[in-house]
């Protein structure tokens, strides 16, 4: 199984992270910027409000497995939005999280696109710019990052990564410890890091 250092395969994916690229998507042009870390997610599952709405108009029309996976990336992004005692605590967990997310993507989205481009990194990169959007949001990064300095994490494989595996029935059932398996209000699965209290 592949290993790769989070801070290195995170920091690839966050260049340029302040100009997104969409290709023919329009750009989040209401992206929640209050003074908080988690901003505004009233239905309360776990993908910011704004963020949601741009999953939706942008890949809901695209099929389950690209909208699924989306989702999953901005629940697993979303976890860097506790404090900072938490995130050095959950850091292997928040990075394992964001593994499971990158690889649902690989599985689900082209390698590249029609002129070539790194069409998964674009639109990884794309989602971050709008998660991390304010100063205290980017800041979790670095918090992550230096909290798994030096450490390898093993990498999941794209086919065994998808919260939503594409057959409709059979859920994958990552043995990982912290993670709880459950479904989200429209019965679709969800797998929960525990973000630890203490």
Known sequence: MKQYLYS???GLSLIACNEPMNGDRPFLTNLDTTDTLKGIDANNDGIRDDIEKWIDDNFKKMG???YESMRQLARALQNHMVSDEKLKKNAEKIALDYDFG???ILKN???EDENSNNYWLNLTREMKAYIFNTKKRY?????VSQA??????????PNESC???NDKEKFLNPKIPGVRKSK???GLPLYIIKISED
């Open 184 to 186: 989200t209000k429209d």
């Open 64 to 66: 389950e497995g690209k």
């Open 109 to 111: 989205f082209p390698t």
């Open 148 to 157: 798994l300095s030096g450490k390898l994490l093993k990498s999941s494989s």
């Open 163 to 165: 919260e939503y595996n």
């Open 8 to 10: 290195v395969l995170l």
């Open 139 to 143: 800041r979790t990064l670095k918090v």
């Open 102 to 104: 990158i690889n649902c």
